[in-house]
């Protein structure tokens, strides 16, 4: 973030650390669009903001046959308690009128932005996705992040949705296999 901002902002960018105090927030004031002086707000976030997990009745491992685990409930938990990343990327987003998402351009990234999203949408000026926007670049070089920000386009939900599945496919099997593989050991 801190260097993607350096970029965009002409080196003009000033920071302060966020009040998880693991990301830094970067401010300038530039052109966005047809609005000739905004004012732009960038931080970042630490990995994946969400986590999966299964609810509470599932997680007693003698009374839970781990072949329960292929249909139990689960739900969508904070990846990482002690950062407060929703309440973070939610502070940080009032009043924004549009979201660019910076994250990597590969299908973690894109969950990633979905996630942001999630955070974020309720604490936006008059929430809209026709006002998020994704960058893809390849590399941080002033080039190719200038060339990102003339081109957003927008996030991608499959490509989001298919980590969705490979994180449940995970969570279900990995658990399933590991409670399996430790009762035939103990047993």
């Known amino acids: ?26 401010e300038w004031t530039g052109r966005f669009m047809n609005y ?25 491992w003698d009374k839970v046959d781990p072949s329960e685990l292929f249909n139990a409930e689960t739900y969508k938990k904070e990846a990482s308690p002690n950062l407060k990343m929703p309440a973070y990327l939610e502070k940080e987003a009032r009043g924004a009128d549009f979201l ?9 990234g ?12 309720h604490s936006m000026n008059r929430f ?7 960058a893809h670049f390849s590399s941080i070089t002033e080039t190719d992040i200038k060339r990102a ?29 590991t409670r399996y593989q430790t009762r035939f050991f103990q047993g």
Request: net charge neutral.
């Open 1 to 26: 973030a801190q260097s993607i901002s350096k970029l965009l902002s002409n080196n003009q960018a000033t920071s302060y650390k966020g009040f998880n105090n693991a990301c830094s927030v970067h």
């Open 36 to 60: 000739n002086s905004c004012k732009f707000r960038m931080t970042s976030v630490c990995g994946h903001v969400m986590g999966l997990d299964f609810i509470s009745k599932y997680n007693n």
């Open 100 to 108: 660019v998402l910076w994250l990597d351009c590969d299908k973690e």
């Open 110 to 121: 894109e969950n990633i932005c979905f996630e942001v999203i999630d955070a974020v949408r």
């Open 128 to 134: 809209d996705m026709r006002n998020v926007y994704r």
């Open 149 to 177: 920000m003339s081109q957003l386009g927008v996030p991608d939900k499959n490509q989001a949705m298919s980590v969705d599945a490979r994180q449940e496919l995970d969570l279900r099997i990995g658990c399933a296999f």
